[in-house]
């Protein structure tokens, strides 16, 4: 029997949207690569990689994914591994995740292209092997503000329902951001093009999503809101350094 590692090294981010909120800047480049204090966004989710013990990225790319691939090459200057499964036709998040399926470790992190996270990763992981459930989605309390809830979490933690399209009014918590998900999932899900939520579900209907909850808010930049928000909190941080 396979020991199970003491930490996850791998992720998977899913970059391949048009990131259509953030046009016109996003119609000459990736939201990747928009600049924040003068540094692209994937610079400070390397960054963010590195701090949670994470060096291997599997970089899940479409819309002029080229400029990534052309500033951060392999990741080696950058310190970290970076991996490029490209999608030539629209995969939606679950799909870009399964046309990485050769690259996969047995477990792995997985996080959009525009969130930046701030919880201990490494501590969610360790809480998934407490919990002997397969899957792991971080969660947030946000109570309907300032977006819906979609996450219903029921008795020791699981998650019983995820629905973004149909909340319901019992719904406290939203998906956080990043998750973990077994490798011997993903092509259990049939389909080429499809959502993150099929894998979400695939796990709830047998009792195996657990809930991780984050007392810190998330930051993510898929709208100018949101990279307003960034900026405060990097402001904030990094000012000092």
């Given at each position: 029997?396979?020991?199970?590692?003491?930490?996850?090294?791998?992720?998977?981010?899913?970059?391949?949207?048009?990131?259509?909120?953030?046009?016109?800047?996003?119609?000459?480049?990736?939201?990747?690569?928009?600049?924040?204090?003068?540094?692209?966004?994937?610079?400070?989710?390397?960054?963010?990689?590195?701090?949670?013990?994470?060096?291997?990225?599997?970089?899940?790319?479409?819309?002029?994914?080229?400029?990534?691939?052309?500033?951060?090459?392999?990741?080696?200057?950058?310190?970290?591994?970076?991996?490029?499964?490209?999608?030539?036709?629209?995969?939606?998040?679950?799909?870009?995740?399964?046309?990485?399926?050769?690259?996969?470790?047995?477990?792995?992190?997985?996080?959009?292209?525009d969130s930046y996270l701030t919880l201990d990763w490494q501590k969610a992981y360790k809480f998934l092997k407490k919990s002997g459930a397969k899957g792991l989605m971080t969660t947030y309390e946000n109570n309907w503000h300032p977006e819906p809830s979609n996450v219903l979490v029921g008795g020791g933690g699981y998650i019983k329902e995820y629905n973004k399209e149909k909340p319901g009014k019992e719904m406290r918590f939203i998906e956080y951001g990043i998750n973990i998900f077994p490798k011997d999932i993903i092509k259990k899900i049939p389909g080429k093009s499809f959502p993150i939520s099929r894998y979400f579900d695939f796990l709830i209907k047998r009792g195996q999503l657990v809930s991780y909850p984050s007392k810190d808010r998330f930051f993510e930049v898929g709208c100018f809101e949101g990279i307003d928000g960034c900026l405060k909190y990097f402001d904030k941080t990094f000012s000092s350094v």
């Open positions: 029997m396979k020991k199970c590692p003491n930490k996850l090294k791998q992720i998977v981010i899913i970059a391949g949207g048009l990131a259509t909120r953030l046009q016109p800047i996003t119609e000459t480049i990736p939201k990747s690569m928009v600049l924040l204090k003068g540094k692209p966004f994937f610079e400070y989710q390397i960054e963010l990689c590195k701090k949670n013990g994470v060096r291997e990225i599997i970089f899940c790319g479409g819309h002029l994914w080229e400029q990534v691939n052309n500033y951060f090459g392999n990741g080696e200057k950058f310190g970290v591994k970076i991996i490029y499964s490209i999608e030539n036709e629209k995969l939606d998040t679950g799909g870009a995740v399964k046309n990485a399926f050769e690259h996969l470790d047995d477990e792995f992190f997985v996080m959009y292209g």
